[in-house]
T-cell receptor, first 115, second 110 residues
Framework: GAGVSQTPSNKVTEKGKYVELRCDPI?????LYWYRQSLGQGPEFLIY????????DSGLPNDRFFAVRPEGSVSTLKIQRTERGDSAVYLC?????????????FGPGTRLLVL | GIQVEQSPPDLILQEGANSTLRCNFS?????LQWFHQNPWGQLINLFY???GTKQNGRLSATTVATERYSLLYISSSQTTDSGVYFC????????????FGEGTQLTVNP
């Protein structure tokens, strides 16, 4: 169907709270990626999934961050004990296959503000 | 890891002018994409171009992989071209992750 969708579009939370960010990839895309973009910078890689498994989670900043993709489609990025430094735009992307030889398509992002 | 440098960081044009944006990278790549991030934050794919030349309307891109750079050309610029242009690369040893440059902020004035 349509492009990559992400919910919520905006999230305001308090320091120490738990948040979940959702990504719906393009139908049929097997690979799904999460990136984080701070103000004035380019997006930075967090994690990518091939199917249901996390093929590379080396970009996750610490163990407060976790992501799942239980059925190989929708993914949820989970952040525990949020800190003010977690404030950023969280972007999701998807592609047909993986291996680096394909175009990644990005969603509109979730703007997270931690007060 | 791979380094990606974009230039210029900022560019201001009058409507109708042409421009060239540059992306240098420090290692061999198997993926290179150009994106336009509009004022609402949406990243829009412009080109997938790990090598060679492509054109799409007023935009074209060239990647010279052996010399580790890519160029994005915008001709007859319009105010709607304003936004940030990102170059992002992937390397075989890093799997499917993209590494982004810091972007070029383009402003096109009427």
């Amino acid at each position: 169907g349509a492009g990559v969708s992400q919910t919520p579009s905006n999230k305001v939370t308090e320091k120490g709270k738990y948040v979940e960010l959702r990504c719906d990839p393009i139908s049929g895309h097997t690979a799904l990626y999460w990136y984080r973009q701070s103000l004035g910078q380019g997006p930075e890689f967090l994690i990518y999934f091939q199917g249901t498994g996390a093929a590379d989670d080396s970009g996750l900043p610490n163990d407060r961050f976790f992501a799942v993709r239980p059925e190989g489609s929708v993914s949820t990025l989970k952040i525990q004990r949020t800190e003010r430094g977690d404030s950023a735009v969280y972007l999701c992307a998807s592609s047909w296959v993986t291996g680096g030889w394909e175009t990644q398509y990005f969603g509109p992002g979730t703007r997270l503000l931690v007060l | 890891g791979i380094q990606v440098e974009q230039s210029p960081p900022d560019l201001i044009l009058q409507e109708g002018a042409n421009s060239t944006l540059r992306c240098n990278f420090s290692d061999s790549v198997n993926n290179l994409q150009w994106f336009h991030q509009n004022p609402w934050g949406q990243l829009i794919n412009l080109f997938y171009i790990p090598s060679g030349t492509k054109q799409n309307g007023r935009l074209s891109a060239t990647t010279v992989a052996t010399e580790r750079y890519s160029l994005l050309y915008i001709s007859s610029s319009q105010t709607t071209d304003s936004g940030v242009y990102f170059c992002a690369v992937g390397v075989e040893t890093s799997g499917s992750r993209l590494t982004f440059g810091e972007g070029t902020q383009l402003t096109v004035n009427p």
